[in-house]
C-alpha cells in the first residue's frame, strides 16, 4: 500500500502534458476587509456559544482585579524605598503566574476544549 501510495503522489504531483499553469488575478481569495469580517464573525459565535466560561472569566477578572488592587492600595502616596516597591512588583508577578498556571491546568484538565 505504501508503494502504491508513492507512486501516485509521484504521477499526481506533475501536471500532465499541454496543462496550462494556475492563474489567480489576487493573492488573496477575499480582501483584508472581508478577512477581518469573518474573523470577528468567527470570534464573536465562539464567544456566546460558552455562556459558562465567560461568565467565569469575568469573576476571575473581578477577583484579580480586586486582589491587584489591594495590594497597590495608596503605594503611590507614600514615601518608600525601592525594595518595597519591589516587594509589590513581586507579589504581582507571582499573582499573575499563579494566575496564569491556573487557568492553563483548567483549559488542559477540562473535559472540552475551550476555542478562543
Not at 489576487?26 to 468567527?42: D, P, R, V
Not at 455562556?51 to 495608596?74: K, M
Request: hydrophobic share 40%; proline share 4%; with cysteine.
Amino acid at each position: 500500500m505504501s508503494r502504491r501510495n508513492k507512486a501516485l503522489i509521484r504521477e499526481l504531483s506533475a501536471p500532465p502534458p499541454g496543462a496550462k499553469d494556475l492563474y489567480f488575478p489576487t493573492q488573496y481569495s477575499q480582501s483584508t476587509w472581508e478577512q477581518f469580517k469573518s474573523c470577528l464573525w468567527k470570534q464573536w459565535l465562539s464567544y456566546w456559544r460558552s455562556p459558562d466560561y465567560n461568565l467565569v472569566r469575568f469573576f476571575f477578572t473581578l477577583a484579580v482585579a480586586l486582589v491587584v488592587g489591594t495590594v497597590f492600595w495608596r503605594v503611590g502616596k507614600k514615601r518608600f524605598k525601592v525594595t518595597t516597591l519591589i516587594e509589590h512588583t513581586s507579589s504581582n508577578f507571582v499573582l499573575y503566574a499563579f494566575c496564569y498556571y491556573n487557568y492553563f491546568f483548567c483549559r488542559i484538565f477540562a473535559g472540552e476544549a475551550q476555542v478562543i
